[in-house]
């Protein structure tokens, strides 16, 4: 028997169609909430309406007597068992950080925290008996502006005495990584340019389609938890360590899961809850959110204010970069809350080699839900703040902010380059990135037809943004996390089963919930061992099959996992080789690999992968010494990270007598090295794109002055459609990574990071004549409408901008493709007092 | 208690039902038709889109005594003796799916689309899918899917 080989000459590139559509396209998915089980329970959770408050008494009699209900319990009735939620990173040893119950006992801190817990014998049961649990507050007064927290005037957490948890510190002279910006900046004080801006990163929601489901099985002689997660193998961890159940008690599952984007990197109250009610019903419990649970209680991202200052001369050199961060946790530090900031910190150089940079970052509480990772985590608010610059930097010396950018960006033949901030970029090609996207756009007829538009006084103004971005990604060298602060490690697993009829099991420990690793994981075995696609089989998301792994986050997947599979793949042949040799009765040396076979050199003799298996299978004939398995393991840590870059081009159209904003034309050039699979590649980028326009043109949670989340439904927070979205020009440059054997970077994050700056630029390059230099994000037509009154071209007075208005939620249409002044004060909710523009406008 | 009598993807069900049930969670937790999912509480997402005599309806903004005496079809119900509706087709040739959550609603309105608009534009092609939320793909490829089967598409 002979492997036969009908694939192409390539795995890895080909555009192969995913393997984990079937079951997704016909219904037979294996969501977490599709799970049934004899007996199951259902839960409940009765949520704080209240963003701070003392909880004086809980009476659940009533509910106890409710219909099918079968236990309910208080924060009190748990305090004891329900551990602590961990927090995983201290971004400095002495890092501050209140204790964080799954259901609050004595205290509120944020609205939406789980003050009591339903048991009944179905959701609607359980639901309608949330309604009759009597819980009476004592209202503490919240803080909720960040700025304001950090002055400590009013505490979030009163037992902890300040609200600030870390103060972070990052100086290039210090560090010996560059010189001092303190130089820099007054150099350019007297002789060249400073821009000083203060921005704002609007505090964002992960919306991921999926809510959060948790079933727990305890009848069995394991504890079996499914859970719509991104980290099975965290959850199965923090189980044991918080609730002191043995860890090879406890096996953990995340079936299919809707999306996560950082929203389901996290261990949550609500998993702790269901493992402590269904250990103490006996029977099977599940948990399912609704979406506005969902968006009032997972975790957030972003929010954070950034005070900017960039130095550079006369000529458009960039100096230096000094950066005061106030970043928000909101109530809790969750799993790497305080490090988010972190992330963004070793980046705000962009792609550009200025000498001076300086970062202090303050993470501070208030009284709002926690944040934590939102795709890019860190890195789209960094690469926000140094776009934008470079991009008011080109205004304020006249020049065009392609040239502002190339004057300052590394080379490509500067590569392996040592940034400011102490990492070393593997490799990039900027020039040829933004060549190719500046054709693709069409950028110099765009360019004059912005300037008719000017000179004929259009009222719809054409503006151009333009974001080059590089990023960090391939979470990560194990070395560097510890260094930071991290308490885990950033490898990954992988394991390879040959099975006897020459069928192949890839076990991955990353866990997917969208990304098709089923389907490029095949693609590189199938290169690797020669077998064929569809004989290889890819293993995931239970830490019984899967034991080892650090899952899915962070672009790590392909860049750490996918080299743990291709060193197992690697492993197997080794493995094979001396067998088959003996079965040839050849020297090992004289065998060559290739296509799935084993060949003599100069002879015809040779065996296929499968029959190598099959031989180690019956075990008949094995070299002495030798155990008679092809399975093989394999753990890989990266050394470093890898830096995937690339230039993205944007035209919006502004109607100046509205407001609203067109996104015209969105055009991108990536470069993530190598691709695995094209298709998916372009997918990521899609999605990414989607959710960065969606950041600078529609997304915000919005909390009113008495810390309640008034986007607290899909109706006022505004997930974009199909109807407020363009398609994309999407294309590619490929410089291969040198860090990794397949030359492969990351993608997951690159279109989030990228896209964001690329549109507020183009709509404040639309305005710029106008006398506007910023808008607050989200550009809402009301903002840009506002933006325009009061900018040095615009008449207004200030009764034309009734304050407090500034986050007015359009609808859909209105907020694109239209554009409305139909936001009347008090037509939509109104920005607390946290979200107001601030100084910005 | 109410009884119902309903078609669902071919098969006939005689069901007493309370009244406040929503047609969605009648799929889910009584037929086990777990292909529907819910996304909102607000009927925003359209996950759960499915056909009531042909015509997509959110099935979670209808009870299931609507139903009543009426054929319901969910994406469990689109594909034949293993053989794929073009749309189900459509959208994995095209990569229109990454986590998939979205996917059942969006295949449905997506066929209602069409039969309501065999030709459409890009544009009418937005429009027409408004009322069906996404976070993974950015519709690009959505969008591509369904005007592939459009009338006039180059195959």
Known sequence: MTVTEERPASEVGAPRRRKEDQRLITGRTRWTDNMQLPGMLHLAMVRSPFAHATITSVDTSAALSSPGVAAVYSGADLAEEQGALPNAWSIIPDQVAPSHPSIAVDTVAFSGEIVAVIVARSAAEARDAVELVDVEYDELPPVLDSRAAATDDVLAHLDLGTNVSAVWIFDSAEAGTGSDVEQAISTARTGGVLIERELRQQRLIPAFMEPRSIVVDPTGEQLTVWTSTQVPHFVRVFIALVLGIPESKIRVIAPDVGGGFGGKLQFTPEEVLTVIAARHAGKPCKYTETRSESLQAAHHGRDQWQKLTLAATKEGEVTGLKIELVADMGAYLGLVTSAIPILGAFMYNGIYKFPAYHLQCTNVFTNKAWTDAYRGAGRPEATFAIERLMDELAAELGVDPLEIREKNWIKH???????????????????????????????????????????????????????????????????????????????????????????????????????????????????????????????????????????????????????????????????????????????????????????????????????????????????????????????????????????????????????????????????????????????????????????????????????????????????????????????????PSSTNPLGVKGVGEAGTIASTPAVVNAVVDALRHLGVDDIVMPCTPHRVWSAIQHSSAGAATPADNPAGDDAGLPSHNAAVSEGSTGESPGEGPEAGGNDSRGGLS | MTRISVTVDGTSYQDEVEPRMLLVHYLRERLGKTGTVVGCDTSNCGACTVHLDSKSVKSCTVFAVQADGRDVTTIEGLAHDGELHPMQQAFHENHALQCGFCTPGMIMQSIDLLRENPSPTEHEVREGLEGNLCRCTGYHNIVKAVMSLGEGASV
């Open chain 1, 413 to 735: 033949d500067e590569f392996p380059y040592m940034t400011v901030c102490g990492l070393e970029y593997d490799t990039g090609n900027y020039e040829a990135a933004t060549e190719q996207a500046r054709q693709a756009f069409g950028y110099d007829e765009l360019r004059a037809e912005q300037r008719r538009r000017r000179e004929a006084g259009d009222p719809v103004q054409l503006g151009i943004g333009v974001s080059t971005f590089t990023e960090m990604c391939g979470l990560a060298p194990s070395r560097w996390l510890g260094s930071q602060g991290y308490v885990g490690g950033g490898w990954e697993h992988a394991s390879i089963r040959m099975l006897p009829t020459g069928k192949v099991e890839v076990i991955t420990g990353t866990s997917p919930h969208g990304q098709g690793h089923e389907t490029a994981w095949s693609q590189i075995v199938a290169d690797r061992l020669g077998m064929p696609f569809d004989d290889i089989e890819v293993l995931h998301g239970d830490t019984q099959i899967a034991p080892r792994g650090l899952d899915s986050y962070g672009s790590r997947s392909l860049v750490v996992g996918g080299m743990a599979v291709l060193a197992a793949a690697d492993k197997v042949i080794e493995k094979a080789r001396p067998i088959a040799a003996h079965l040839l009765e050849a020297n090992p040396d004289d065998l060559e690999f290739a296509a799935g076979r084993f060949g003599v050199k100069g002879t015809e003799a040779g065996l296929g992968l499968g029959e190598v298996a099959f031989a180690v299978f019956q075990a008949h004939n094995m070299p002495a010494g030798t155990e008679p398995s092809l399975d093989s393991d394999a753990t890989f840590d990266p050394e470093t990270f890898s830096f995937p870059h690339g230039t993205h081009l944007c035209a919006v159209e502004v109607d100046t007598e509205t407001g609203g904003t067109k996104l015209r034309n969105y055009t991108c050039v990536d470069d993530v090295g190598n691709v695995v699979n094209p298709l998916i590649v372009e997918g990521q980028v899609h999605g990414g794109l989607a959710q960065g326009i969606s950041q600078a043109l529609f997304e915000e949670a919005v909390y009113d002055d008495a810390g309640t989340l008034v986007t607290g439904s899909f109706v006022d927070y505004l997930v974009p459609s199909a109807a407020d979205l363009p398609s994309f020009v999407t294309s590619r440059t490929e410089t």
